[in-house]
């Protein structure tokens, strides 16, 4: 009867240490793929912002300044030696947009140019999928995380190695960036 | 964030058990209607308390509604998008393109695959979701949405739809939607049979077993009445809740309860009625597209038989949780540009 017993609680431990492993593992792997789709997106805006300033710099003689910081931030990013220099620049970047993206709406010859609205809306999107793309990464640390610090998963966690991964911040400039809205036709009341 | 999570596992099983309760007693009614149709025209009865015959009607039935259950859960996207006269939507305009791109942003804010995007072609503006997982979902807009919602209302409302895909909604009310259909038309089926080729048709046999075969008829006959009345109860019963929590999860995805509220008050102000939406997939759209279904009775007749929560009260909702939120601080990400 005894060993009956101590079997059932060796199974019962060892069920246990499978599934909270197996959902240690799945909450890993979420971060990793909610990171990637974070990187697709920043690559597609590396893609995006070339043919757009080519686009405007005609109509926008007087923004040099803000064309320049644009083109600067984004080669920086797509040249960055490490991660960290990389999420600095790309972070410049989201502001260098948002600026410009604030000056076009001085431009209405822009509202009548095909090519640079098709741009724009592509631009729009990336921007709006980088940061909800961020808020799911963020989203699946904190799940992650809260997973690796509470008991008894924590002790799982620590024999196998699995740490706690880093929020992406926003920078602090970008919330002081006014929003901008980019939608087409339909005017909106705020 | 993290009892939201558990919330929507919740959501998820509690979806799965009503799917196989519902396909189980859909399945259970189909083999009544056959064993009744076994007594009335078929080979079976009763003789001296023993079954006499073989219940080659309940077989059929059992296995067409196994075979039928089969269907609607692989094919019932399909026959929903037909019925509601849906197309694939494909980037021929801007906003058909802005349309595409924002079912991305909010597939990527609900960490679910991208649903595929169909389109109806009616000026009232309106959406809904359907599929049997979120790897085989649809989501279907009106053109009157597309045309009338700006980027952050649409934002709001494909949120909604895409909370509907991740709670595994769509599944339960694709099947509703399709086997009430299924129901009814067996029903319709069955009382043709049962006045044409039932009760007179027989010679032989004593009273009793006449008697027993006309009771089980008629058990059956009610039954066939009342199912189309009751899974359409089940249907608005199921449905209401979801709309509540769906508006909900579309906040917690934009973080921005404006978005939704936005897009609420837009449609409660056009109040128009779609015009290829029948009464078997009203339950599936976002606000009900039927005719007069917009005036907001909240008596318990009108909570009793409508498929969805009065408007007025989602939009009440909704600027209460706008309040809360202008109450907090900017949490860490709170910057989006819509």
């Known amino acids: 009867m005894g060993s009956w017993i101590i079997i059932g609680i060796i199974v019962l431990v060892a069920l246990y240490l499978t599934l909270a492993y197996n959902s240690l593992v799945r909450m890993r792997n979420s971060v990793q793929n909610a990171w990637r789709q974070i990187d697709v997106q920043l690559r597609r805006r590396h893609d995006l912002i070339p043919n757009l300033v080519d686009s405007v710099k005609g109509y926008m ?6 064309l320049t910081q644009v083109i600067e931030a984004r080669n920086r990013a797509v040249d960055a030696p490490t991660q960290e220099v990389r999420l600095q620049a790309e972070n410049q970047l989201t502001a260098g947009l948002g600026r410009l993206f604030a000056l076009m ?32 990464y963020n989203d699946a640390v904190l799940e992650l995380n809260n997973r690796i610090e509470t008991f008894p998963a924590n002790i799982v966690a620590n024999q196998f190695g699995f740490h706690p991964a880093d929020y992406f911040q926003a920078p602090v400039e970008e919330q002081i960036v006014p929003k901008v809205d980019l939608s087409l036709g339909t005017p909106r009341a705020s | 964030m993290t009892a939201r999570h558990a919330d929507f596992r919740e959501l998820e099983r509690r979806n799965r058990r009503q799917t196989v309760t519902l396909v189980f007693v859909f399945v259970v009614l189909f083999c009544a209607l056959g064993l009744g149709l076994d007594f009335v025209i078929g080979g079976l009865r009763l003789s001296d308390g023993h079954l006499v015959g073989f219940p080659f009607l309940t077989i059929l039935a059992l296995i067409i509604g ?68 979120p790897q085989h979902s649809v989501i279907c807009v009106t053109q009157g949405l597309v045309d009338q919602m700006d980027r ?33 038309m ?20 004593d009273n009793e077993q006449r008697e027993a075969g006309a009771m089980v008829a008629v058990a059956v006959f009610v039954l066939a009445l009342l199912a189309p009345l009751f899974s359409q109860l089940i249907a608005m019963a199921v449905s209401r809740q979801r709309e509540y929590l769906a508006d909900a999860s579309s906040v917690e995805f934009t973080r921005n309860p404006r978005a939704l509220l936005r897009a609420l008050e837009h449609i409660a102000r056009t109040e128009s009625p779609l015009a290829n939406a029948s009464r078997g997939i009203a339950h599936l759209f976002i606000v009900n597209p039927l005719e007069g279904a917009a005036e907001d009775g909240e008596g318990f007749f009108n909570n009793l038989f409508s498929t969805h929560p009065p408007l007025s009260r989602r ?17 860490v990400q709170s910057s989006r540009q819509s």
Request: charged share 25%.
């Open chain 1, 61 to 66: 003689q007087f923004e040099r300044n803000t």
């Open chain 1, 105 to 136: 709406e001085n431009y209405p010859q822009l509202k009548a140019d095909e090519n640079v609205l098709q741009l724009q809306e592509q631009l729009t999107t990336t921007e709006n999928q980088i940061a909800f793309a961020r808020q799911a």
């Open chain 2, 66 to 133: 196994c075979v039928q259950s089969l269907v609607s859960y692989y094919g019932g996207a399909a026959l929903v998008l037909t019925s509601a006269h849906a197309r694939k939507l494909s980037p021929d305009s801007p906003k058909h393109q802005m349309v595409l791109d924002v079912v991305q942003e909010m597939s990527l804010a609900s960490r679910m695959p991208a649903p595929r995007a169909y389109l109806i072609d009616d000026p009232a503006p309106n959406a809904f979701a359907t599929g049997r997982d």
């Open chain 2, 152 to 184: 952050e209302e649409l934002q709001g409302v494909l949120g909604h739809e895409l909370a509907h895909i991740r709670d595994y909604d769509i599944r339960t009310m694709m099947m509703i939607a399709v086997l009430v259909g299924g129901v009814s």
């Open chain 2, 186 to 205: 067996l029903a319709d089926f069955f009382m043709r049979w049962s006045f044409f080729g039932g009760f007179g048709a027989r010679d032989d046999s």
């Open chain 2, 315 to 331: 939009i009440q909702r909704l600027r209460e949780l706008l309040r809360e939120r202008m109450d907090v601080p900017v949490t």
